[in-house]
C-alpha cells in the first residue's frame, strides 16, 4: 500500500506540527524541516525562546500537551491554513526516574500525562483529517529506555515501553488509511534533558534505603550521557537528520534506532537471561548490602 496516497481532488498536507521545540529534539527537528521545505509549525509552552525557529522560517505556536484546549487550538489553527496535519512529531517530553516505592503517584501521574496521553490524544486530534486526505505521517520519541530499562529510571522507562506498543497499535489503526506511523529509537542525547528531568523526581532524601543506589544509577546515566565516539552521546542534530529521512521516506520505517547506544543495548538484553541481564545491572550499578535487622 502506498502510505502517502490521497483521496482524489483532496491534495495531502506537508505541514509538520512539532511539540516540545524550546530545545533538544525538537528545536532541532523544526529547524531542519523548515530548511527542508516543509512548512512548520513549531510548538512550546513558553513560545518567547523560539526566535531562531522563526528567523528559520517556522510558525511559532504556544502548544501545551497536558491542556486539552491548548491540543485542541494548536491542532485546529494548523488545520484551519493547511487543511491537515501532514506530519505530527510528538516530541515533547520529560525524564526523571528513581527506584518505584519512593515515587510519588501524582509525579507517576504527571509523567505519564506528558510522556504518554498527550501523545495519545495529540494523534486523535490529528487522525480525522489525516483519513480524509488518506495521508500522513505521526512520528513518536521514544528512547532506548523503551528497549532496556537501566536501574532507577521509573516511570521514565516505563512511559517509553508505553510509547512503544501505543505505536505499534497506531500503525495497525492507520495503515489502511494511507498513514505512516514511525517510532525514533534514541540512545543519550546531549541536550537539557537531563537538567530538566531533575525538576521530576521526588525531594532527595539522604536517608533513604535506596540513597547509594541511586547515586551510583545517576553516576551510569550522566556516563552515558557523556562519552563520545561510534556508542557515545548523540546530538540533537542527529536524530534530527533521522526525523527528516523519515519524513521525506515514500515508505517510512516502523522503527529507527538512532546511535549506538541503542542498537547496542537491546542486543546485549536479547542475549542474557533476565538474570543475566540484573547481574549486568548490579555490577554497573552497586546496591549495598542492606543492614541487618534487628529481632
Given at each position: 500500500?502506498?502510505?502517502?496516497?490521497?483521496?482524489?481532488?483532496?491534495?495531502?498536507?506537508?505541514?509538520?506540527?512539532?511539540?516540545?521545540?524550546?530545545s533538544?529534539i525538537?528545536?532541532?527537528?523544526?529547524?531542519v524541516l523548515?530548511k527542508?521545505?516543509f512548512?512548520?509549525?513549531a510548538?512550546a509552552?513558553?513560545?518567547?525562546g523560539?526566535g531562531?525557529l522563526e528567523?528559520?522560517g517556522c510558525?511559532?505556536l504556544?502548544?501545551?500537551?497536558?491542556?486539552e484546549?491548548?491540543?485542541i487550538?494548536?491542532?485546529?489553527?494548523?488545520e484551519?491554513e493547511?487543511?491537515?496535519?501532514?506530519?505530527?512529531?510528538?516530541?515533547a517530553?520529560h525524564g526523571?526516574?528513581?527506584p518505584v516505592?519512593e515515587?510519588p503517584?501524582?509525579?507517576?501521574r504527571?509523567t505519564?500525562?506528558?510522556?504518554?496521553?498527550?501523545?495519545?490524544?495529540?494523534?486523535?486530534?490529528?487522525l480525522?483529517?489525516m483519513?480524509a486526505?488518506?495521508?500522513?505521517l505521526?512520528?513518536?520519541?521514544?528512547?532506548v529506555?523503551g528497549?532496556?530499562?537501566?536501574?532507577?529510571e521509573f516511570p521514565y522507562a516505563?512511559?517509553?515501553?508505553?510509547?512503544?506498543s501505543?505505536?505499534?497499535?497506531?500503525?495497525l489503526?492507520?495503515a489502511?488509511?494511507g498513514?505512516s506511523?514511525?517510532l525514533i529509537?534514541?540512545?543519550?542525547v546531549r541536550t537539557?534533558?537531563?537538567?530538566?528531568a531533575?525538576?521530576?523526581r521526588?525531594?532527595?532524601?539522604?536517608?533513604s534505603?535506596y540513597?547509594?543506589?541511586k547515586?551510583?544509577?545517576a553516576?551510569?546515566i550522566a556516563?552515558?550521557?557523556?562519552?563520545?565516539?561510534?556508542?557515545?552521546?548523540l546530538?540533537a542534530a542527529?536524530?534530527?537528520?533521522?526525523?527528516l529521512?523519515a519524513?521525506?521516506?515514500?515508505?517510512?520505517k516502523a522503527?529507527?534506532?538512532?546511535?549506538?547506544?541503542a542498537?547496542?543495548?537491546?542486543?546485549?538484553r536479547?542475549?542474557?537471561s533476565?538474570?543475566?541481564?540484573?547481574?549486568?545491572m548490579r555490577l554497573m550499578?552497586?546496591?549495598?548490602?542492606?543492614?541487618?535487622?534487628?529481632r
Amino acid at each position: 500500500m502506498d502510505s502517502h496516497r490521497t483521496t482524489p481532488g483532496m491534495p495531502s498536507s506537508r505541514a509538520v506540527l512539532v511539540t516540545g521545540c524550546s530545545s533538544g529534539i525538537g528545536h532541532a527537528t523544526a529547524l531542519v524541516l523548515a530548511k527542508a521545505g516543509f512548512p512548520v509549525w513549531a510548538s512550546a509552552r513558553d513560545v518567547t525562546g523560539l526566535g531562531e525557529l522563526e528567523a528559520a522560517g517556522c510558525r511559532v505556536l504556544e502548544l501545551d500537551v497536558t491542556d486539552e484546549q491548548s491540543r485542541i487550538a494548536a491542532v485546529r489553527q494548523v488545520e484551519a491554513e493547511h487543511g491537515a496535519v501532514g506530519v505530527l512529531v510528538n516530541n515533547a517530553g520529560h525524564g526523571g526516574g528513581g527506584p518505584v516505592e519512593e515515587f510519588p503517584l501524582d509525579i507517576v501521574r504527571e509523567t505519564f500525562e506528558t510522556n504518554v496521553f498527550a501523545v495519545v490524544r495529540l494523534c486523535q486530534l490529528a487522525l480525522p483529517s489525516m483519513r480524509a486526505r488518506r495521508s500522513g505521517l505521526i512520528v513518536n520519541i521514544g528512547s532506548v529506555a523503551g528497549l532496556i530499562t537501566l536501574p532507577a529510571e521509573f516511570p521514565y522507562a516505563t512511559t517509553k515501553c508505553a510509547v512503544e506498543s501505543l505505536s505499534d497499535s497506531l500503525r495497525l489503526d492507520a495503515a489502511p488509511f494511507g498513514i505512516s506511523v514511525t517510532l525514533i529509537e534514541p540512545g543519550p542525547v546531549r541536550t537539557r534533558f537531563m537538567d530538566n528531568a531533575e525538576l521530576h523526581r521526588p525531594t532527595a532524601d539522604e536517608n533513604s534505603p535506596y540513597a547509594v543506589y541511586k547515586a551510583n544509577a545517576a553516576k551510569l546515566i550522566a556516563g552515558a550521557h557523556r562519552s563520545d565516539g561510534p556508542f557515545g552521546v548523540l546530538k540533537a542534530a542527529d536524530v534530527a537528520a533521522v526525523i527528516l529521512k523519515a519524513a521525506t521516506a515514500p515508505r517510512p520505517k516502523a522503527r529507527y534506532k538512532v546511535g549506538g547506544q541503542a542498537r547496542l543495548g537491546p542486543a546485549a538484553r536479547r542475549i542474557l537471561s533476565d538474570r543475566g541481564w540484573d547481574a549486568l545491572m548490579r555490577l554497573m550499578v552497586p546496591f549495598p548490602a542492606p543492614p541487618a535487622q534487628g529481632r
